[in-house]
């Protein structure tokens, strides 16, 4: 197989991705409404074979109906965030430190917003292939952030982890979370794959770390 494609469709820090192998593509995440129509555009030729959420929270998901229908390509998720799809607040967030209260704030404001309704056509797991919606990928459970936050693993390059770590400022584990004992341990978790580039839902990618 040849070395698959990653494509960073970015909205200032907040990222979506498009991802290429040799069968089909699957695009990682689905950002908010006002970018509804740069997404299409970057995946109305590329076989979107498979939209994935890496967890439930609206930037990550608000446009994710209106993607499946235009793209004609099921939504995948975990399980456990698929409450949040009718109310963001289901699973209150905690910071601890400055940036983490900064972020909250905000996120407080368009945590309000509406998602279309939606039943997702897949439900993932820690360890779940990729590979029947054409790229050699691997679904990676990382909660913390949220409870169903999940990372794909690509091949042995590229980590997508949604909100699991975020770059806004600096990259570091996320200052936001539901759990923050199990998001010490994603974060952990993530430290563990060696030589592989890390995207962020928020920020440039980076070379993995130890992340503590």
Same mark, same amino acid.
């Given at each position: 197989m040849s070395k698959m494609k990653v494509k960073r469709i970015q909205f200032g820090i907040d990222n979506c991705f498009l991802v290429e192998g040799d069968n089909g593509a699957i695009l990682i995440d689905t950002s908010r409404t006002r970018? $509804?129509?740069?997404?299409?555009?970057?995946?109305?030729? $590329? @076989?979107?074979? *498979?939209?994935? *959420?890496?967890?439930?929270h609206v930037d990550h998901m608000q446009n994710a109906a209106a993607l499946s229908k235009s793209l004609g390509a099921p939504i995948a998720m975990h399980r456990a965030d698929f409450r949040l799809i009718k109310n963001n607040m289901e699973e209150p967030l905690i910071a601890h430190t400055l940036l983490g209260k900064i972020i909250l704030a905000s996120t407080m404001k368009f945590g309000l917003e509406e998602i279309e309704p939606f039943e997702p056509d897949i439900y993932l797991s820690d360890g779940d292939s990729l590979e029947p919606y054409g790229v050699k990928a691997t679904v990676i459970g990382l909660p913390g952030h949220t409870q169903g936050s999940l990372g794909i693993l690509l091949g042995d390059s590229d980590l997508f982890v /949604?909100? #699991? *770590?975020? @770059?806004?400022? #600096?990259?570091?584990?996320?200052?936001?979370? /539901?759990?923050? #004992? @199990?998001?010490?341990?994603s974060a952990a978790k993530i430290s563990a794959f060696k030589g592989i580039t890390v995207h962020f839902g928020h920020g440039k990618p980076v070379a993995n770390r130890k992340w503590t």
């Open positions: 970018n $509804r129509d740069k997404i299409f555009n970057e995946c109305k030729d $590329r @076989n979107i074979r *498979l939209i994935v *959420l890496t967890h439930g /949604g909100d #699991a *770590l975020m @770059n806004i400022v #600096a990259p570091v584990k996320s200052p936001i979370y /539901g759990d923050r #004992a @199990n998001m010490t341990k």
